[in-house]
C-alpha cells in the first residue's frame, strides 16, 4: 500500500473550513483514497473514500487531483466536535489499512 | 443497530500471563480485523477473520492468535505478555463480498491493555 504524508497538527476556527492536506505520490491506479478520524478515547471513525473523482457525503468533501497524488479532506464548518486525529490512508481495498500518525485537527472558538 | 462492540474495556496483566479480549461486529458484518494502537501512534493491522478463518495477518508474532465464532464473534488472545504489549486493542468489523472488502470498517472503542 502506498505511504502517505500528513501534517502533525492543523488549526481551524470553528464554524470556518478545515482543509486537512494529504500526500500519496505513490499510490497506484487501484487503490482508494479513505479518509478516518479519531476522537479522543474512540475508536477510528470512518468519514469519506474515493478512487479518483471528487466525493461529498454528509460529513465531508474530498478531493482528489488529476494526478491522484494529493488529495484535501474537507470539513465545510467545522465543530468542537470535530477536533480530533485525521487519518489518511491509500489502499487496494478496505481489507488492511495501513494507519499512520495521522494530522491532528484542533477546533477552537 | 448496535455498532462494534468489545469487552472488557480495560484490563491490566502481569508481564507471561495471557489475555483473551471478546468482540462482537456490526449487526450484518461478517468480518472482523483486530488492530493494536500504542500510545501516540496509529492502529496497526494484526489479522482479520472471515468464516472462521484468518484471511490476512499483519507482521504480528505468533502469541497473537485468534478465532472467530459461527455467529461472527470473534476472540484475541496474546500469550506470554510482555510490556510492549500495553495498547489500545482494536476490533473492526466489516463485509467481504466477492474476496475482498468494500464497505469501509466500522472500529470499537476498544479495549485498553496495560501489562505491569
Known amino acids: 500500500d502506498a505511504k502517505t504524508t500528513q501534517p502533525p497538527s492543523m488549526d481551524c476556527a470553528e464554524g470556518r473550513a478545515a482543509n486537512l492536506p494529504c500526500n500519496h505520490s505513490t499510490i497506484s491506479g487501484n487503490e482508494y483514497v479513505y479518509w478516518y478520524r479519531q476522537i479522543h478515547s474512540q475508536g477510528p471513525q470512518y468519514i469519506i473514500h474515493g478512487l479518483k473523482n471528487n466525493e461529498t457525503n454528509e460529513m465531508a468533501s474530498l478531493i482528489i487531483t488529476e494526478d491522484r497524488k494529493s488529495s484535501t479532506l474537507i470539513l465545510p464548518h467545522a465543530t468542537l466536535r470535530d477536533t480530533a486525529v485525521y487519518y489518511c490512508i491509500v489502499a487496494g481495498t478496505a481489507s488492511k489499512l495501513t494507519f499512520g500518525t495521522g494530522t491532528r485537527l484542533q477546533v477552537t472558538l | 443497530d448496535a455498532g462494534v462492540t468489545q469487552s472488557p474495556t480495560h484490563l491490566i496483566k502481569t508481564r507471561g500471563q495471557q489475555v483473551t479480549l471478546r468482540c462482537s461486529p456490526k449487526s450484518g458484518h461478517d468480518t472482523v480485523s483486530w488492530y493494536q494502537q500504542a500510545l501516540g501512534q496509529g492502529p496497526q493491522f494484526i489479522f482479520q477473520?472471515?468464516?472462521?478463518?484468518?484471511?490476512q495477518r499483519g507482521n504480528f508474532p505468533d502469541r497473537f492468535s485468534g478465532h472467530q465464532f459461527p455467529n461472527y464473534s470473534s476472540e484475541l488472545n496474546v500469550n506470554a505478555l510482555l510490556l510492549g504489549d500495553s495498547a489500545l486493542y482494536l476490533c473492526a468489523s466489516s463485509l467481504w463480498l466477492q474476496g475482498v472488502i468494500w464497505s469501509p470498517l466500522h472500529f470499537g472503542n476498544g479495549t485498553r491493555l496495560t501489562v505491569t
Open positions: 477473520y472471515y468464516e472462521e478463518e484468518e484471511r
